[in-house]
């Protein structure tokens, strides 16, 4: 084994496409599509452990579930989820998400019953265009029935919206709940991605630079040689029905102690302390070296994300609005991201806040999302006690 590297492999994700008739002859077909997703998956994590890359999770992402999940007989949802969580477990994939939701009533109904089965290994999404009030409100209903859900430890005190978000403009997104397969994929080929967890690497990187200037010239130089073992070992599994999609180069957070990206955005002289003046640039500064590290080819996000419980200095920033998070993200990635919220909030104001996510994707045809957590019977400023590995604990943020 080689020296451990300065970050971990947060997901290698796959994504194929389902079609009906692979629930056929037992599930036959979509059990052998699995069963070649876990030899992808497994020959990629065996490699990128010996050249000294930690590997978190192995995923799978399908196109949207209304092309498959649902047909004329009502059972016929819940029994195929169960089929395909068996088929999961088989292999030993924790993680599924399940492709977006395009039908308002398939988004009310199917997506709080997906989230919900146990342990948790599916996720899924809304797809929200600009100015969609059907599709948001739709959405905010669901965020709202899946927090008062209960019947599970991966659903206890609001935590289920962890697996569902309102999604705008995402195609080859190896994160979840977002991730779905490329529209156009073809039903014989499995499709791959990477995406990290680096915010230790990233203030490193940031300390090094100093100010918003340097950022390009050390994000070429440090994360490009980083990465392309990486994409050395992707370009190694493609094959006959195997494609390599590329590297999500996200800035994206940890919960070690120098693990956050708030945190390294301070590094900059510009910022301070991040949400200031000078924060929206840093940010651009980043995710434009991050969409253009030479020989690497880029997809997904490739920003900076901002998940507030997954970020200890974010989640301990009380100078932090939504819309504050809102205004970054239009120069990055990836919207509204673990936030929690109030558990009475209505579904109006959710669903405006959804529609503002929406046009801003919409508007300059970035990936965006909106996962919120309304919090049962926890008011604006009050905490969060969620026990989750996944997650740390903030203030509840006021939507209003």
Known sequence: MTSARPFRIRTITSFITIDPSDFDNEASSLKEKINACS???????????????????????????????????????????????????????????L?????????????????????GRFSCSANINAGDITAALAAAKCIKTISLKDEGEHLQGGLGNFRFAAASCIDTVPFFPGARAPKGLGKDTIAFAVGFENGGFARELLQEAGSIENVESIFHDKMRKELLPIQQICVGLESDGMQYLGIDTSLNPSLDDSGSVAEAIECLDEVGVFGNPGTM?????????????????????????????????????????????????????????????????????????ILDVAALACRWNK?????????????AGMATSFDSPYMCNSSIFPVE
């Open 367 to 379: 990936p965006l999302s909106c996962r919120v957590f309304p919090v049962p019977s926890r008011l």
């Open 99 to 119: 492709g977006p939701s395009y039908d308002p009533d398939h988004t009310t109904t199917i997506c709080p019953e997906i989230v919900s089965i146990a342990p």
């Open 39 to 97: 030899r992808l998956l497994r020959d990629g994590e065996s490699q990128m452990t010996a050249a000294g890359f930690e590997v978190q999770t192995i995923r799978i992402a399908t196109n949207p579930f209304g092309e498959w999940l649902v047909t004329n007989k009502e059972d016929d949802v819940n029994e195929r989820l169960q089929r395909f969580n068996n088929l999961l477990s088989d292999c030993d994939i924790n993680f599924c998400s």
């Open 281 to 353: 640039a840093a940010a651009a500064a980043v995710t434009t070296s991050l969409q253009s590290i030479p020989d690497v080819k880029t997809t997904g996000y490739s920003g900076l994300m901002l998940p507030v419980l997954e970020d200890r200095r974010l989640a301990e920033l009380d100078t932090l609005s939504i819309q504050k998070l809102l205004c970054i993200s239009s120069v990055c990635g990836v919207g509204i991201d673990t936030v929690p919220i109030p558990g009475d909030v209505s579904e109006k104001i959710l669903a405006s806040l």
